[in-house]
């Protein structure tokens, strides 16, 4: 059992470029999300999904992109990357089970640098 | 908008020693999570500890315990006992029961002194 898997660990990319980070869980999950950690600051959410084929965006959606096509994968998309999307990105998973509020799985995150 | 503030940037404790880290926020909603995350340097943000909004009853997992003031929209974690490993950052998060999101403060640096 991995639990959620974030690919690759470290990148880095130069402005403009385009990228995918990569999440994949295998705890049959139908919540999952994506986070943002800047330096000294605590996470702010980019997108989530409530299941596949259903997303919604966070605090801080500008200039990302989602899909969520399977139970088990929710890429993001970086479509031009700048400077200020520069951090480390988790993602995170968790499951409903009706009134019980199971928390959030974290993935060991990814960090991205833009040059 | 909900927010959660985390005032003390770092905080020291003497190994054995007991600390307590403080966490406020604030929202108008009646239920709704709270949580406790520690991120060691190795950038995993683990679980430490959750109160449920509608509960009384300050949640505890061994030497980790919470005391939850709702009016006061206080809430705060105390680590007994403090160990060497206890040493990271320590985020508060405030879940949505609706949404299921996370909001999160800017974390507090815990020392601890051997």
């Known amino acids: 059992n991995a639990g959620v898997t974030q690919t690759p660990k470290f990148r880095i990319l130069k402005i403009g470029q385009s990228m995918t980070l990569q999440c994949t869980q295998d705890?049959?999950?139908?919540?999952m999300y994506w986070y943002r950690q800047d330096p000294g600051m605590g996470l702010k959410l980019i997108y989530y999904?409530?299941?596949?084929?259903?997303?919604d965006k966070g605090e801080v959606p500008n200039g990302y992109n989602v899909s969520r096509s399977t139970t088990e994968d929710f890429p993001l998309r970086l479509e031009l990357a700048a400077p200020s999307q520069t951090s480390v990105y988790f993602c995170?998973?968790?499951?409903?089970?009706?009134?019980?509020?199971?928390?959030?799985?974290f993935g060991d995150g990814t960090r991205l640098s833009i040059l | 908008a909900q927010t959660v503030t985390q005032s003390q940037p770092e905080m020291s404790v003497q190994e054995a020693e007991t600390v307590t880290l403080s966490c406020t926020y604030d929202?108008?909603?009646?239920?709704?999570?709270l949580f406790w995350y520690k991120q060691p340097p190795s950038r995993q943000m683990i679980l430490v500890i959750r109160?449920?909004?509608?509960?009384?009853q300050n949640a505890t997992e061994n030497r980790f315990s919470v005391n939850f003031q709702k009016a006061a929209k206080s809430f705060s974690l105390k680590i007994s006992d403090s160990q060497l490993g206890d040493a990271a950052m320590y985020f508060c998060?405030?879940?949505?029961?609706?949404?299921?999101?996370?909001?999160f403060g800017t974390g507090t640096r815990l020392k601890v002194l051997a």
């Open positions: 998060a405030w879940g949505d029961s609706g949404t299921y999101k996370y909001i």
């Open positions: 995170a998973s968790r499951r409903e089970t009706g009134t019980t509020r199971q928390p959030q799985h």
């Open positions: 705890m049959n999950h139908n919540y």
């Open positions: 929202t108008s909603e009646s239920d709704y999570y």
């Open positions: 999904s409530v299941g596949a084929g259903i997303t």
């Open positions: 109160q449920e909004a509608y509960k009384q």
